[in-house]
């Protein structure tokens, strides 16, 4: 592979809740230094709604030798909305490009099918998922005319203003008109349905001619978390006082970790040429409002999350990083080893 990545979330936000509650500009700069010396990457893919913030990341990440993949996340609003927070993200990406040519990458969105308001049924994401029509829809595929149009006027604003690669991180249920974009990309999880032809599913996007990149992909933190891939968010139900656990799950790090670094040798040998995997830190649900009630779950808070690093609910800190309010995960070092060696 010759990029390899992890996503780093500065801040996206759902349903009101922004999934990065902190944000000291110290400790994103340390974290980088760390994804660069100790995970070895050499690209990060930054992520988020607010635009001062993303800027402030890639422009940390890009003074210290990594390249940038500017990923502006705006969810459920509507297309015209979405369109023009994109363009002006793409604005602030030319501004890094024009400083570090050849190193940064911006993307004109993520699912936007399941993200964005007005392709699907539903006022948000959730909603959307749950759906009765959902499958219909997909299955007649009436989602993908305007997915293209809506990517083809938003991609052709992005390059008035932005002057270098632009790409898409699409998911499996979008069939994209690839020709605008510079990078085929995709976010493709692994999960028992889909465990076999997994192979078969990276060959499919190898066919138009472009580089890869397989832009989000990743497992879970518990026993079995390899089965439900991109769905292992979804093993807690939140509307139980406590939280409580929607089966019997255990939580296992190990798990995670072998499932990270074999879906990083399957891409690497199907000749992807961009992975990140997702995802650095999830900050999901820790605003301060919230830390008495995860303190009184009655499981690990960390069982339900992508992070390659475990969040410490309270002020201590890490052992092995005691400037940093995480501990690594045997992920994060699976991921090193992989990245270290190839």
Not at 51 to 73: H, I, K, M, T, Y
Not at 196 to 220: D, H, S, T
Request: glycine share 8%; net charge negative; aromatic share 12%.
């Amino acid at each position: 592979m010759k990029t390899k990545g992890v996503c780093y979330d500065v801040g996206r936000e759902m349903l009101g809740h922004n999934w990065r509650p902190e944000f000291d500009p110290k400790v994103v700069h340390r974290e980088l230094e760390i994804i660069q010396t100790d995970l070895h990457c050499n690209t990060v893919r930054i992520q988020g709604l607010d635009l001062d913030r993303l800027a402030l990341a890639a422009e940390d990440a890009l003074e210290q030798g990594l390249a940038v993949w500017f990923s502006p996340e705006m969810w459920d609003r509507g297309p015209e909305e979405t369109r023009t927070h994109v363009v002006k993200g793409a604005m602030r990406a030319e501004e890094l490009r024009a400083r570090w040519p050849d190193r940064v990458v911006f993307s004109v969105g993520s699912e936007v099918t399941l993200f964005t308001q007005g392709f699907l049924p539903g006022n948000n994401v959730l909603e959307r998922l749950a759906h009765p029509s959902l499958w219909e829809t997909l299955k007649a595929g009436k989602h993908n005319p305007p997915l293209n149009a809506f990517l083809g006027a938003t991609t052709a604003q992005v390059r008035e203003v932005f002057r270098g690669p632009v790409t898409y991180a699409s998911v499996g249920l979008e069939t994209v008109d690839w020709t605008p974009f510079d990078f085929v990309g995709v976010d493709l999880y692994r999960d028992k349905r889909t465990r076999e032809m997994y192979p078969k599913l990276i060959e499919r996007y190898m066919g138009f001619g472009k580089p890869v990149a397989n832009m989000e992909f990743g497992c879970c933190t518990f026993k079995g978390a390899e089965d439900l891939g991109g769905r292992g968010w979804d093993i807690v139900d939140w509307s139980q006082v406590p939280p409580q656990l929607k089966g019997s799950y255990v939580y296992d790090q190990r798990t995670q970790a072998q499932e990270v670094a074999e879906l990083l040798r399957i891409n690497d040998a199907a000749g992807v040429d961009s992975a990140f995997v997702f995802t650095f830190q999830d900050q999901a649900g820790l605003e301060e409002g919230n830390r008495k009630q995860i303190r009184q779950l009655p499981f690990d808070f960390d069982i339900a999350r992508y992070g390659l690093v475990k969040t410490h609910i309270d002020s201590q800190t890490g052992a092995d990083y005691p400037d940093m309010p995480w501990e690594p995960k045997e992920s994060f070092r699976a991921v090193a080893e992989y990245y270290a060696m190839h």
